[in-house]
C-alpha cells in the first residue's frame, strides 16, 4: 500500500533521513522504532507532505505522491496523528473533528465520518461541546486519533500516540488501535512504547542516526539480542 524507496530528507539543508526504504501492506500494522532523534517523526512528515524531500520516492497504492503537498495527500487517503497532541484548545470537540474533514464537502458525508468516530470514541460524542483544551492527555489523544479519521484514511500514520500518558490510559489507546485495524485502517507506528508496538504490530522497522539498520517480523524483533537491550532494557 505505501512504499518509500531510498528516502532522503532534513531540515534547513541539514540531511537528517539517509536512504529510507520500507513498505507497508494493506490490511498490516507496522512498526517503526528507534531511538530520540533518530529520523522516526521526519519519516513520517516526509511521507506526509509536510516535510519536503530532498530525494527518493513514496508510492501509494503504485502511485508516486512524493511531489504532493500535504493536503493533496489526505486527499488520497492517508492520514497522520501528529506527536505531541495538537488540539485545538479554544474550539470544541466537534469543532476540532469538523477540522479533521476539510478536504470533504458533502455535510452528509462528514455527518457520517463523525458518526463513524463516534462509534469508536463514545466519550467523544459525550463530550462534543466541551472545549478541547479542558480534555485530559488521554481524552485529548483520542480526539487528534478522532479528528485524523474524519477524513476516512485508509491508512493512517501515528506519531508516539502514548506519549505522555499514564499506563491505564495507554492501554486504551491500543486498544482503539486493535479496533481500527479490525475495520480495515492500514497502520504505520511510531511509539517510544517499543515493547507495546512489537506486540501489536506484525512488522517492524528499526531506525537508527536516519537510516534503517533493521527489519523483520515483530515477534522475532522481540526476541533479538540487540533490540532488546537497546530498546526493551533486558
Known sequence: ??????????????????????????????????????????????????????????????????GFPAHKIITRGIALVPEG?????????????EMGAFTIKEASKIQENMEWVFSLFPKLKERQSQLAGTFSGGEQQMLVIGRALMSRPRFIMLDEPSMGLQPSIVQNVFESLKILHSQGVTILLVEQNVRKSLEL????YVIEHGRIVMSGQSKDLLKNDEVRKAYLGI
Open 1 to 66: 500500500m505505501l512504499e518509500v524507496k531510498q528516502l532522503t530528507s532534513g531540515y534547513s539543508g541539514i540531511q537528517v533521513l539517509w536512504d529510507i526504504s520500507l513498505e507497508v501492506k494493506e490490511g498490516e500494522i507496522v512498526a517503526l522504532v528507534g531511538g530520540n532523534g533518530a529520523g522516526k517523526t521526519t519519516t513520517l512528515i516526509s511521507v506526509a507532505g509536510i516535510l519536503k524531500k530532498m530525494g527518493g520516492e513514496v508510492l501509494f497504492e503504485g502511485d508516486h505522491i512524493e
Open 85 to 97: 497532541r495538537r488540539v485545538f484548545p479554544y474550539m470544541t470537540v466537534k469543532e476540532n473533528l
Open 201 to 204: 504490530a506484525e512488522r517492524a
